[in-house]
């Protein structure tokens, strides 16, 4: 891998399509950092209001494109980079097109391929942050793609968040970006429905947040444990019924605070399933 040096000196230009949280987010680094921006987005206000900042404006799709060798998206998903990209098909020659937009890793091989039938270069990523705050030292964001393109730009990717490469194929970003949300999307409904559940049976929801804060914090002595298990191909029938036992437990204890248990139910279906009953 190359050699990364920062050089602010001569920083490049970049265009930035997309202004929600995110995209909003990726322009404010790089004017920090002196990087001259040009955005586009649908509704045209946020725009106008990104250039109160700094930024310039284009007026089309194709003229932010042409405007910069990277593009970096900042949209909802895949079905909206075509969406975009569609109204600058003739622009994308010799272009870079950096998506940070939520995919499947299918979605982002077959993106990759529809830049590239185009004459340009799709590099795709996922954001691990908290919220939008992506200065924050924990966030990153995971990348994959043609290595060249994370060495030449490598610059520009880390003047937004801290890179992470994962390799040449381009839907291992959005394997591991879903992945970690995996884990995210289970744990901040059930830190929800844990507190509604004490809250609802009069207890103190305060001091159970703080017993909550603690424990969850010790979960991630789990994880290399769970990866060298399975690593080792383990299989402990008694622990998956235990396990699945106490899925049920909880789940009967959500439904008798009026909280929903529909999450803990699946839980215990994964474990009877395991168990081949």
């Known amino acids: 891998m190359a050699d990364h040096k920062i050089n602010t000196i001569n920083a490049p230009s970049v265009t930035v399509i997309g202004l929600g949280p995110m ?17 586009w987005n649908r509704t045209s206000a946020k725009a106008e209001r990104m250039a109160a900042e700094g930024t310039a404006s284009a007026a089309t799709v194709s003229e932010a494109v042409r405007a910069n060798e990277v593009t970096i998206l900042s949209l909802t998903d895949y ?45 795709t990523g996922g954001f691990i942050s908290q919220s939008d705050d992506i200065e ?48 995210f999307h289970p744990f901040l409904l059930t830190v929800q429905q844990s507190i509604s559940a004490v809250d609802d049976a009069n207890g ?32 402990d029938n008694a622990s998956d019924a235990m396990m699945r036992a106490s899925a049920g437990h909880v789940a009967d204890t959500f439904n008798a605070a009026g909280v929903d248990d529909s999450i803990l139910r699946a839980v215990e279906r994964v474990y009877e399933n395991r168990l081949g009953s």
């Open 136 to 183: 924050h030292e924990l966030s990153y964001v995971l990348y994959s793609g043609p290595q060249r393109i994370y060495d030449q730009y490598w610059t520009l990717l880390q003047s937004i968040c801290r890179p992470e490469y994962l390799g040449d194929d381009p839907g291992l970003s959005q394997l591991y970006y879903q992945a970690m949300l995996a884990l």
């Open 204 to 235: 103190d929801s305060g001091r159970f947040a703080a017993f909550a804060a603690d424990f969850t914090a010790n979960l991630t002595e789990f994880v290399p444990l769970i990866h060298r298990l399975h690593q080792q191909g383990a299989n």
């Open 79 to 123: 079905t909206a980079m075509y969406d975009v990209l569609s109204q600058a098909e003739n622009a994308l020659d010799g272009k870079v097109i950096v998506n940070l937009s939520s995919g499947t890793p299918q979605e982002a091989r077959d993106g990759a391929k529809w830049v590239d039938d185009r004459g340009g270069t799709l590099f």
């Open 23 to 39: 995209g909003k987010a990726t322009v404010r680094m790089l004017l920090n950092q002196e990087y001259r921006v040009t955005v």
